[in-house]
């Protein structure tokens, strides 16, 4: 799943991430580890122009 960037996995918070679809391996491991996991279809702004949802996004500030 590496060429469809399965390892390109943005943490959203404690146990919620977003990743693209199409990597049922990679999701079923997350989940199976106790993760929410997101996806989102990026054929276009992901795959082709090669940036997954890391690349897509901006630093941000968290309080807990």
Known sequence: ????????VLALAPRKCLMLEGNPITKRL????GC????YRGNEI??????GPTCLTRPIWREY
């Open 1 to 8: 799943e590496y060429a469809t960037m399965a390892t390109n």
């Open 30 to 33: 997350l989940e199976d580890a």
């Open 46 to 51: 992901s795959l082709k122009a090669e940036g």
């Open 36 to 39: 929410e996991v997101m996806t």
